[in-house]
């Protein structure tokens, strides 16, 4: 059973993988299509060949990269589900389950150390460099000329707020309240941040998202989904933040803006043992909103790692589904040869399992604030680095402020009532 | 079933153990990790794997100043060429973000240097770029081994590790024609006679010329070229078609070709340079910044520094874009204008491209590396003078219409990372060699945007004369008082 009966979770669409019929719901991602039909093998890495799938499901790890309608390297996670859409695995000959060019992991099982590799004489050297070159490179160059990109909306804002988790939904409305014309603006095709995985009690529902985006609105703002904020410069006294628009053939979206409020929430970490990259093992979040949107049934056997709210929380949700769970402190080692089959776990119990969900800690996702010129410092628990701040979000930068999981780790209540703050402060700026 | 790895970086598939082996082999700091197993260089850039080597670094006993996050540079998140050209780069500002690395904890925790300051040496290079590096090496081998090269930050921190590669024996004046073909020479056997693999490609250097002008320039060039045994010939842009097939045609006149120049991988120069260096006993100290200087009468004695005071019998000045900075130090003045060169990388697709194609008209130039990525740069008519390593949006802009009017298909690429280094710019383009204020105090600095490639040749040279041999001209016609004398002839084939 891929997903969850009900006519919610109905496939109502075909996407193409690898030349074979895949069932889909137009609007998914492309990744979660490939999980309920039991592929979570997408393709091979980059080096060893070893076998890729998702892990994050929310655009940040990459390792779902797949080349869509003749482009190479989209991240399946981001792409949604329409009929017909092609999809092929990368970086494998003949084909991701049977790649030939596995046999570079083996060879090399003890990693391959490129800087020292053939430099014994000169022929030696020049035949491993024109070897690696063609071993190199993840996908091939996208057949035809691309279509010309439309013009930017080059646009003025009073505040933006990059973000639409609770921290940020919570600024963007205590913004709009004060009649200050803002920016919302989230990558994802949807508002809510981590309130879409619905992994804990604390913090205000997800139906909240949508007052939000109606506040936003009738202060003469804009809710823009599917906007990912590439860099932070200044143009004078504003910030200049140009958003990528998800989606072939839509336009940039340059915002300026005196007041940036960076609610940019975490990324998620890998957890760290042996095949910690098999296909299969997931960032609890990223798994959880695919439970909770998509119906998701991602195998039979799930194996939780992780303490506290979000790891009970996902193990909650993969229950739901009828999967047999089972909670780990630690695991040694995962195996399987295309998707986890099985864990070694502490103490060396080994166990059956398809489906791994870490909730682990999260890195601050700090990029951004860095980019700005904000300061950050250690989060001792991820290896992250939070962005520093003050009494409502105050960077140290002028008109920088920041709020939620980027500052401190913090539940969604708590990271939705530093956002009000940081929002009221920024309104007063 | 795969291996047992465990991976650190799931992009660039680096391991575990590759961390760990890199920080026991002195590669201590994050940039320097970055750099020596290619994690955080991958599509994500960073975003799994910081968290991940940072509390690897921390935990294996990383000062916490050597585990400050890794440069922060745009763009954040992969945006493709064809999304970049919509954007009007004049109406956007010349404002920098990102570029320097470090912060608080750098203070209180600052990076360990690579060894202890010594009292003194008979010659202490400032400056652990290729340069420093490539002249400490070249006295070794020579007998000359009791040198210290005092870096401010870790290897490749400076124009060294910010260069696009490119190795190229198209010039215009037979002094740089001679130093290139034999630079092209050692970089073939730089893997071999160095031990260290930098991916020396020669795939040929393609300069494209889109008016009547710039066909003349490239013409003027070719007797020269040829009474060098260069292999340049000038092509039709057919014939440029079927060495890049992806180049637009109409948008070029003729081309200059030669297929004997090549493109490599600028970080590993540094390390092989430095390891064979120190085999003989030569110090490398990194994160070591000099501060002043003692002289008595037309001698530089000592070389003060943030670690203490080291006594020399020669200066060898090689700090690049921070020359004039040093020189100033000595109440030396130097003509060097130190001046941003901004430059990205692409996503990493399949070997496509053989050549670097460079057009001459607005300075683009763009090759792919061992890696598949497209590496480009493009020079900024407009860009002042001074230390400035951030990038702009302006540039990725500027850049991304330039390369899409080249190579249209390039549009569908996404960039993953951008940033600058400094030209190190002269009157005339040509290097400050010889003796400069004081009768012991070399300088190796000025030459502009294609220090990289002249290295290995000139530091070949700079050696010789400095263990005794007779001096290669270039040490007395590239003197600083060139400018003075009214004797200097402008190199003007430079791009960028």
């Not at chain 1, 630690?330 to 791994?356: K, P, S």
């Not at chain 2, 393609?206 to 009547?212: I, R």
Request: aromatic content about 6%; glycine content about 12%.
């Amino acid at each position: 059973m891929p997903r969850l009966p009900g006519p919610r979770f109905a496939t109502d669409c075909t996407i193409d993988v690898d030349g074979r019929p895949v069932a889909a719901r137009t609007g998914e991602s492309v990744a979660v299509a490939l999980l309920a039909a039991g592929r979570a093998l997408i393709a091979r890495s980059s080096k060893y060949h070893r076998p890729r799938g998702a892990f994050c499901l929310a655009g940040s790890c990459h390792a779902c990269l797949a080349r869509v309608d003749g482009v190479p390297n989209q991240r399946t996670c981001r792409v949604p589900c329409r009929p017909g859409l092609s999809v092929e695995s990368q970086n494998a000959l003949p084909s991701a389950p049977h790649d030939v060019l596995g046999a570079v992991d083996h060879l090399y099982a003890h990693g391959l150390d490129h800087h020292h590799l053939m430099t014994w004489n000169s022929l030696a050297n020049r035949a491993a460099v024109a070897f690696s070159r063609r071993l190199a490179g993840t996908g091939t160059l996208a057949g035809g000329t691309p279509s010309r990109s439309p013009p930017p909306s080059d646009e003025r804002f009073e505040a933006v707020v990059v973000g639409g988790g609770p921290a940020g939904l919570a600024a963007a409305e205590a913004l709009a309240r004060s009649g200050r014309r803002v920016l919302l603006a989230d990558a994802e095709p949807a508002l809510g941040g981590r309130l879409r995985c619905t992994l804990s009690r604390e913090g205000p529902p997800l139906s909240w998202a949508a007052e939000v985006a109606r506040s936003v609105s009738a202060a003469g703002g804009t809710a823009a989904l599917g906007h990912t904020a590439f860099g932070v410069w200044r143009d004078g006294e504003c910030f200049l933040v140009p958003f990528r628009a998800e989606g072939p053939g839509a336009p940039i979206l340059l915002a300026r803006t005196p007041r940036l409020l960076l609610a940019t929430g975490t990324w998620a970490v890998p957890p760290l043992f042996a095949r910690n990259d098999l296909p299969g093992i997931f960032a609890a979040r990223g798994l959880a909103r695919a439970l909770v949107e998509d119906g998701l049934v991602p195998g039979e056997r799930a194996l939780v790692l992780g303490a506290g709210p979000e790891s009970e929380g996902v193990g909650a949700l993969l229950a739901r589904t009828g999967m047999e769970v089972r909670a780990a402190g630690q695991v040694e080692a995962a195996h399987g040869a295309l998707r986890l089959e099985g864990a070694t776990l502490a103490g060396g119990d080994r166990m059956a399992c398809d489906t791994l969900a870490f909730a682990g800690p999260r890195a601050p996702a700090s990029d951004l604030a860095r980019l700005a010129g904000a300061s950050v410092s250690l989060d001792p628990a991820s290896g992250g680095w939070f962005v520093r701040a003050g009494a409502g979000g105050a960077t140290g930068v002028t008109g920088l402020r920041v709020a939620g999981e980027v500052v401190a780790r913090v539940n969604a209540a708590e990271a939705a009532a530093a956002g009000r703050l940081a929002g009221e402060a920024a309104h007063a700026d | 079933m795969p291996t047992e790895k465990t991976l650190v970086c799931a992009c660039e598939d680096v391991t575990l153990e590759e961390v760990r082996s890199a920080f026991a082999a002195g590669h201590r700091d994050i940039e320097s990790v970055k750099r020596y197993t290619g994690l955080g260089t991958g599509p994500c850039q960073g975003k799994s794997c910081l968290a991940l080597v940072t509390s690897e670094l921390l935990r294996l006993g990383a000062a916490p100043g050597e585990a400050e996050p890794f440069t922060a540079r745009p763009p954040a998140d992969p945006v493709t060429l064809a999304a970049l050209a919509s954007l009007d780069p004049s109406a956007l500002p010349r404002q920098s973000a990102g570029g320097s690395w470090g912060g608080s904890a750098a203070d209180s925790f600052p990076p360990r240097p690579s060894g202890a300051l010594p009292e003194r040496a008979r010659v202490v290079i400032v400056g652990g770029g290729i340069m420093g590096l490539g002249l400490a090496y070249n006295l070794a081998i020579r007998g000359l081994s009791d040198v210290v090269v005092l870096e401010r930050g870790y290897l490749n921190a400076g124009a060294s590790g910010r260069n696009g590669g490119g190795v190229r024996t198209q010039w215009s004046t037979p002094t740089m024609i001679r130093l290139a073909k034999r630079s092209l020479e050692l970089c073939r056997r730089f893997a071999v006679d160095m031990g260290v693999n930098v991916w020396m490609r020669q795939g040929g250097y393609l300069f494209l010329a889109a008016t009547a002008a710039q066909v003349a320039r490239l013409e003027k060039n070719l007797p020269v070229h040829e009474a060098h045994g260069l292999r340049t010939r000038i092509i039709t842009p057919d014939e440029a078609l079927e060495i890049v097939p992806q180049l637009d045609a109409s948008r070029f006149l003729a081309a200059a070709w030669n297929p004997d120049d090549g493109v490599v991988f600028p970080w590993p120069f540094l390390w092989g340079y430095a390891s064979r260096a120190q085999a003989r006993g030569v110090r490398v100290l990194t994160f070591t910044r000099v501060t002043g200087f003692e002289s008595t009468g037309r001698r530089l004695t000592a070389l003060l520094t943030d670690r203490g005071r080291i006594a020399a019998d020669v200066v060898v000045n090689a700090a690049g874009a921070w020359s004039k900075e040093v020189a100033a130090l000595a109440g030396v003045a130097l003509p060097n204008r130190p001046t941003r060169h901004e430059i990205l990388v692409t996503e990493s697709t399949k070997p496509w491209l053989g050549p670097l194609v460079s057009v001459l008209e607005d300075g683009l130039y763009f090759s792919q590396s061992q890696r598949g990525e497209i590496v480009g740069g493009m020079g900024d008519p407009a860009e002042p003078e001074g230390i400035e390593m951030g990038s702009t949006l302006r540039f990725l802009a500027r850049f991304a219409r330039a390369i899409t009017a080249c190579a249209p298909r390039t549009g569908s690429l996404r960039v993953v990372r951008q940033w600058a280094g400094c030209y190190d710019v002269t009157p005339d383009n040509n290097p400050i060699l010889g003796p400069a204020g004081f009768e012991n105090f070399l300088q190796l600095s000025g030459f502009v945007g294609h220090g990289f490639m002249m290295a290995p040749a000139v530091t070949e040279l700079m050696a010789a004369w400095m263990s005794g041999e007779i001096p290669d001209p270039i040490f007395e016609r590239f003197t600083v008082d060139r400018f003075a004398r009214g004797n200097a002839v402008r190199e003007d084939f430079i791009i960028g």
